[in-house]
């Protein structure tokens, strides 16, 4: 079947309508989806992403200035977008008290923490270097004992000029920068940033390539849900957990490698088409291993639920309530584990997902159980969908029709990671991409992360940590 896919609408809007405008795009069930800004020369254009499903609509204003009116009140969820803005770009937002640094790191912890202040209150500083082989980020907690009052959370410590690399050269060029942001979500943001080079292109994905992709992200989120309980076991101390479903991870890998080359589907995704292409045999050998390890994980989850050390530390922790989750712009199995049910597939017009519902728990409390719970369920639902495909037999590459006579020159890719909604936004000169722009699903729940501890004890913080499973090479540009 070959479904439409759907223009962005964009739009500029005057300065002194803005906030009326983001106003009016948010409601109806609008969400905020990003924000980003790019520097003309003599003026600072301010964009602002709001998704309705799979429709993504674009706003934006322009200040010589370099100042615009904030929207993180009508919008919590902008705050970290207007701050990064303030901080890479000298745009300046007015209404926006304090407007703390995000990505700029002052020596004084003041001027970028919360002040807390009282009998017995102090601070506990983790990272940012940390034991074992994970990103930087730095945790300031602030504590009573050992209950936590807040958290802030600074990351942004590789600054490693990735949108300015993929600017400037053809479209395979930014793929190969955007691509590796994030080993983990490799595979989302390429197809995010394929689907927004296309869309600005005026071109839609053949029936196959829709396909190709779904395949592709599926296999990437089998091995990350895999790895997120393997790590939540870990972070309760419970080593045959850990260890079960950390081996059910690695035959996921190796699968992917014998799919695709590469345990992390490197070099999987192209512009304008795949690289993955399986015969009808390969595709029935995959189907088996695919349902031999989603056999295994449902017996691991079963152990799971009877390991009382493991059941006892799961409850009322790390909650998310759904209106903060809301209220945040949570995304993801931290969203769905608070009771927003939103989940991209079931909206993509681009890709092959049928009639995917998303995954909620029957108590989606938001708490380190819904999460983990969310985990198991999209694991039923991977091995289904990734079952369903490969019994259709052969897998072509597929490629790239023309949809629309004038190319609009700009596209955004809208794709659900493992850990969420990532949006990629692309700007073309001809056959030069002149701006990109990855938010990414960790980047979105990075603020959530920080509301859920507080309240909690200390001790936990890990656990909780865990059961959101961000990336932290997902915020570093």
């Not at 803005?85 to 990505?103: M, Q, W």
């Not at 689907?195 to 053949?206: D, F, I, K, M, Y």
């Amino acid at each position: 079947m070959t479904l439409a896919v759907a223009k962005p609408t964009a739009a500029d809007v005057p300065l002194p309508l803005w906030r009326k405008a983001v106003a009016a795009a948010l409601d109806g069930g609008g969400r905020f989806a990003g924000a980003y800004a790019t520097d003309d020369g003599d003026e600072l254009r301010w964009r602002v992403l709001v998704a309705h499903g799979a429709l993504v609509r674009s706003l934006a204003c322009r200040s010589a200035a370099r100042r615009v009116p904030s929207v993180v009140d009508l919008a919590p969820a902008a705050g970290w977008d207007e701050r990064e803005a303030h901080d890479l770009h000298g745009l300046g937002f007015d209404g926006h008290e304090p407007l703390r640094p995000l990505v700029d790191h002052p020596a004084d912890p003041s001027a970028w923490t919360v002040p807390m202040t009282g009998e017995g209150v102090h601070d506990v500083a983790v990272g940012p270097i940390h034991a074992g082989v994970i990103e930087s980020g730095h945790f300031r907690f602030h504590l009573v004992g050992e209950r936590i009052l807040a958290l802030d959370a600074r990351l942004f410590h590789k600054h490693r000029g990735l949108e300015r690399a993929a600017q400037g050269g053809d479209a395979d060029h930014g793929l190969a920068h955007v691509g590796r942001a994030c080993a983990a979500c490799h595979v989302a943001s390429s197809v995010a940033y394929a689907q927004a080079v296309e869309l600005a292109q005026g071109r839609r994905p053949s029936d196959d390539l829709r396909v190709a992709r779904t395949l592709l992200l599926e296999l990437e989120r089998l091995y990350n849900h895999l790895n997120d309980v393997s790590a939540v076991c870990a972070g309760v101390g419970f080593a045959p957990g850990a260890m079960a479903f950390a081996a059910l991870k690695e035959r996921a890998q190796r699968l992917n490698a014998r799919l695709t080359g590469h345990r992390f589907l490197f070099g999987s995704v192209a512009v304008g088409g795949s690289t993955l292409a399986l015969s009808g045999g390969a595709a029935r050998t995959a189907g088996e291993a695919v349902r031999s390890i989603g056999d295994d994980a449902a017996k691991a989850w079963r152990s799971l639920m009877f390991a009382r050390s493991v059941q006892a530390r799961l409850d009322g922790v790390g909650v998310l309530t759904r209106d903060d989750a809301v209220r945040l712009g949570a995304v993801g199995p931290a969203a769905r584990a608070s009771g927003v049910r939103e989940d991209v597939r079931t909206t993509s017009p681009r890709l092959a997902y049928g009639d995917l519902a998303a995954a909620v728990p029957e108590a989606p409390a938001g708490d380190v159980r819904a999460r983990l719970q969310v985990r198991a369920l999209e694991l039923e639902s991977t091995c289904a969908v990734l079952g369903e495909l490969l019994a259709s037999g052969e897998i072509a590459p597929g490629g790239v029709v023309t949809a629309a006579r004038d190319a609009p020159n700009f596209g955004t890719g809208l794709v659900e990671s493992p850990r969420g909604a990532t949006l990629c936004a692309v700007e073309l000169d001809g056959d030069r991409v002149a701006r990109v722009h990855l938010r990414t699903g960790s980047y979105a729940n990075w603020p959530a992360v920080a509301h859920a501890a507080a309240g909690n004890l200390l001790p936990d913080f890990p656990l909780i940590n865990k059961s959101f499973e961000l990336c932290y090479a997902c915020a570093d540009r």
